[in-house]
């Protein structure tokens, strides 16, 4: 709108020395495991979030057909649910939770301590809060990484800006033209640096930590349902304490609930009729 010349903003040596710097301070402080996260974290940033409406409720309905299934047979009847849950009955009608392995090792894991008996709910709960807040660690490191990233690129701007004017100052004395090109240069480099903190790598750091939030509060959802049927609330009341615990912008209505825990489908048929 300016008028500008746009050519001048395209400097490759500045994007070269800000871009090498900042990816090589990432490649320096983080370990191998890190940096897949971060890779796989920002292909989340596209793909959007996978903690939809839809995903709850197929999550209450899981666990409900679970919860029923031990409630009606005995505690002993998931047993083989939760050694081989791909071969599960349940499970294997929710490829999304069998293919998020956390999650369905904290549900398996949880579960099975549960059914052995001589456990109380205290201890269980225990370990799913102390299970919650290592994995929370894990999964804080990668945003952490880049919001520390881009907390640096303003800093590695002002790096090759005064690069960028050592050069000028080699220049003096030449066309007014020349000097002005490489005070433009070094001035892009200052520019690049706050934009890419502010506008890209800062956003994507945030939008990765709120990924870990919603993560965060998947697993809560499941904590709390698991833990009220181990106190021995019937299946139906511990996943309307599970759908309470849904963040209110992804919560499915009671009615949604109920109706999808009472469809009749394949063997859990006998079960919701059972509840």
């Known amino acids: 709108m300016e008028k500008g010349q746009i050519a001048v903003l395209l400097q490759p040596a500045e994007l070269i020395i800000i871009g090498g710097a900042a990816l090589g301070t990432v490649l320096t402080a983080n370990p191998m495991h890190v940096l897949k996260k971060i890779a796989s974290g920002l292909v989340g940033v596209v793909k959007g979030s996978s903690y939809t409406r839809q995903r709850y409720l197929d999550t209450l309905k899981m666990m409900f057909d679970l919860l029923a299934k031990s409630r009606k047979e005995g505690a002993i009847a998931i047993e083989a649910d939760t050694e081989e849950p791909d071969k599960s009955p349940i499970f294997s009608r929710y490829p999304q939770f069998i293919n998020d392995h ?6 398996c894991d949880t579960m099975r301590m549960a059914i052995t ?7 269980v709960d225990q370990m799913m809060e102390l299970d919650m807040e290592v994995h929370h660690h894990s999964a804080v490191q990668p945003s952490a990484a880049l919001t520390t990233m881009a ?8 790096v090759a800006a005064v690069l960028g004017i ?13 000097i002005g090109k490489k005070v433009a240069s070094a001035l892009v480099g200052t520019f690049l640096g706050i934009l890419l903190c502010y506008g890209l790598v800062g956003p994507l750091g945030s939008n990765m930590a709120k990924t870990v939030d919603e993560e ?15 106190k021995g ?3 139906m009341l511990a996943v309307e304490m599970g759908r309470r615990a849904i963040p209110e912008h992804v919560r499915p209505d009671f009615f949604e609930v109920e109706k999808a825990c009472r469809e009749k489908v ?3 048929q006998a079960v919701t009729q059972a509840a």
Not at 166 to 178: D, K, N, Q
């Open 117 to 123: 008996g001589g456990v109380s709910s205290f201890d």
């Open 216 to 230: 965060q509060s998947y697993y809560h959802v499941l904590r709390v349902m698991m833990l009220a049927f181990v």
């Open 102 to 107: 956390h999650a369905r090792d904290f549900v």
């Open 151 to 158: 907390d640096a690129l303003p800093g590695l701007g002002i």
């Open 166 to 178: 050592v050069v000028t100052m080699g220049a003096l004395g030449g066309p007014p033209e020349e």
């Open 233 to 235: 609330t019937s299946p």
């Open 266 to 268: 394949g063997e859990p």
